[in-house]
């Protein structure tokens, strides 16, 4: 067994349970991450809001792809 495979079977319980939290949790992590992305806009003075929104869905995105893997399926593909 390599050193990929025993760090996968060593991850898999986590990942499992990162999902269901994410699932879990859902709403509230995306109150933060918009939070947080309002406070970073903010300091910046507006000059980066294009990105601050372009990786603060990003990392809804993600977000939603762990809740369904919570769900004990695959995620669904990354769009």
């Known amino acids: 067994?390599?050193?990929m495979d025993s760090l996968k079977a060593k991850l898999s319980?986590?990942?499992d349970k990162v999902g269901g939290l994410a699932?879990?949790?859902g709403?509230?992590?995306d109150h933060g991450i918009d939070?947080?992305?309002?406070?970073v806009d903010q300091k910046t003075k507006g000059k980066y809001s294009d990105?601050?929104?372009s990786g603060s869905q990003k990392a809804k995105d993600a977000i939603d792809r762990l809740s369904h893997m919570g769900e004990g399926g695959t995620p669904p593909p990354a769009s």
């Not at 939070?35 to 406070?39: C, N």
Request: net charge positive.
């Open 35 to 39: 939070k947080a992305a309002r406070t």
């Open 13 to 15: 319980p986590a990942k």
């Open 51 to 53: 990105k601050i929104e």
């Open 23 to 25: 699932q879990q949790h």
């Open 27 to 29: 709403d509230k992590i």
């Open 1 to 3: 067994m390599g050193f």
